[in-house]
């Protein structure tokens, strides 16, 4: 690909392209090490090195896995 020959548009857009593809796999990639548990349990998982990712707040966690 030679982008002297390209137009800023189409530069724009294969830019566009290229970060949406890294975040999409990066999302993906993140959520395979994603699971929801009850509050009640997170103490339990935090001492086994687990991390909050979110709270939903509908008494769901997602944790990330050490």
Same mark, same amino acid.
């Given at each position: 690909?030679?982008? !002297?020959?390209?137009? %800023?548009?189409?530069?724009?857009?294969?830019?566009?392209?290229?970060?949406?593809g890294s975040i999409k796999e990066n999302l993906v990639k993140n @959520?395979?090490?994603? =699971?929801?548990? %009850? &509050?009640?349990?997170?103490?339990? =998982?935090? !001492? &086994?090195?687990?991390?909050?990712? @979110?709270?939903?707040? %509908?008494? &769901?966690?997602?944790?990330?896995?050490?």
């Amino acid at each position: 690909m030679d982008i !002297s020959e390209m137009s %800023n548009e189409e530069i724009t857009q294969k830019i566009r392209e290229k970060l949406v593809g890294s975040i999409k796999e990066n999302l993906v990639k993140n @959520a395979k090490d994603q =699971f929801a548990i %009850n &509050k009640d349990k997170v103490e339990d =998982f935090i !001492s &086994k090195g687990f991390e909050i990712v @979110a709270d939903l707040g %509908n008494g &769901k966690i997602i944790m990330k896995m050490p």
